[in-house]
């Protein structure tokens, strides 16, 4: 298969993809909005769980699992990165459908990572489950004190005592904790302070229900609280789980993140592009229908050049994410991290212009509730920073070029 190839199986899920979305996504985006904001917001949306048997009747469940994950085919769907890219792209294009199809964050890194690391009893127990959609997990990184960009400022620790270990820190952006139904979270923490600097830090699994383990307010962006799956900063006091819970070993953390964030980053760049999709289509149909000064939106140069260089530049951030898409798949995440690093970049960028060129033509409609483009903006916004700063993919990108042309960065 070539990087433009669509096999016929891909295809077949594309169509029907496609179909689900204009027969049951696009036509509840109120419905969905409307649940959300009657009663208790941060209780599970009845439109999603109606649409999930809906999904998995139509095969389009558990897409995301790539078979380095799932070698024996066990749990996904057998797609490669590559094939799931044009799909997790059609499911971008509404913030919430991903969870219709069982393909939402954080889940989707958290199942990779059971799948790749966790124990057979570590994976019947929390990885069978989420995969049947029956809970939802969080991801337990980022900390307020700390630039938690560099992960090796982490501060929370996990330390051994007996049969169990002792877990004490603040984390905030962990998000799905406001969801009911979040019954677990991957927590990052120090094992080893004294340790190399790659290899203080472990992951281990947290019931979410532990004594200690407490919500202590949901964030919002740009005034979006997300509900109900939502961001919530928490304290970790003296929480005590079995040492059983602990993934892969001590000191191994980094090496998971390495395995969890290079799928998860990816996944983010191939939704974003769809909403860049979604903002574009938008436009052309408002500049259609729109008159000013005599003569429709889209007869005015300004808006035509809008819709051109929206056009242009998904088309490259499309063919950036698949080449690296097709790296993961064929020479594996660690050597693909520079081209990973390059889409984490642009594609939260050219989302975030292509969206703001729709909310002008929208004009005071794009800044409002009546279209989805204020939220859009807002979650573009935010992967400028979630799983990893601009700044450091773009430093990335650098040292692996560097690398390439025999370049030290060293004296001496």
């Known amino acids: 298969m070539t990087l433009f190839d669509v096999s016929p199986r891909v295809r077949d899920l594309h169509g029907r993809l496609t179909a689900f979305m204009d027969a049951h996504i696009y036509p509840n985006e109120a419905e969905f909005h ?19 048997p809906k999904a998995q009747a139509e095969g389009l469940w ?14 996904g769907g057998g797609l490669t990165n590559l094939e799931y890219a044009r799909l997790c792209e059609v499911m971008g294009q509404v913030w919430w459908a991903p969870e219709v199809f069982n393909c939402n964050a954080p889940d989707t890194g958290n199942m990779e990572v059971l799948a790749r690391y966790g124990t057979p009893e570590q994976k019947a127990q929390w990885l069978t489950p989420l995969l049947n959609g029956e809970i939802r997990s969080a991801f337990s990184m980022t900390e307020p004190e700390v630039a938690s960009s560099d992960a090796t400022n982490i501060q929370a620790s996990i330390v051994r005592d007996g049969d169990e270990y002792v877990i004490n820190g603040r984390k905030w952006w962990t998000s799905g904790a406001g969801d009911p139904r979040c019954t677990i979270s991957i927590f990052m923490g120090k094992t080893d302070p ?16 532990t004594p200690g383990v407490t919500t202590e307010r949901m964030m919002t962006v740009f005034g979006y609280d997300d509900a109900p799956h939502g961001h919530a900063e928490m304290t970790f006091e003296n929480v005590r789980v079995p040492a059983s819970n602990m993934l892969l070993g001590e000191g191994r953390g980094f090496e998971i993140a390495q395995g969890r964030l290079g799928p998860g980053r990816i996944h983010h760049c191939m939704r974003l592009i769809g909403q860049a999709e979604r903002a574009l289509g938008l436009m052309i149909e408002r500049s259609s229908q729109r008159v000013a000064f005599g003569k429709p939106l889209a007869g005015h140069q300004h808006v035509r ?13 499309r063919l950036l994410t698949l080449q690296a898409a097709h790296m993961m798949d064929t020479v594996g995440n660690k050597e693909a991290r520079g081209q990973i690093a390059a889409i984490k970049v642009v594609a939260p960028n050219v989302a ?18 009546d279209t989805p483009l204020a939220m859009m903006y807002a979650q573009a916004r935010t992967l400028r920073l979630a799983d990893g700063p601009d700044i450091v993919h773009t430093e990335t990108v650098a040292k692996e070029e560097l690398r390439r042309h025999g370049v030290s960065m060293r004296r001496g």
């Open 305 to 317: 050049e809008a819709i051109a260089h929206s056009r242009m530049e998904i088309d490259q951030a």
């Open 62 to 75: 558990n897409l995301f699992l790539p078979p380095s994950s799932d070698p024996d085919g066990k749990y």
């Open 352 to 369: 975030l212009k292509v969206i703001d060129r729709a909310i002008q033509v929208f004009g005071g409609a794009g800044v409002s509730q």
């Open 194 to 209: 004294s340790a190399e600097r790659h290899l203080q830090q472990s992951m281990i699994l947290v019931p979410m229900d």
């Open 34 to 52: 409307r649940q959300v904001n009657e009663g208790n917001r941060w209780e599970h949306v009845q439109l999603i769980e109606d649409l999930k």
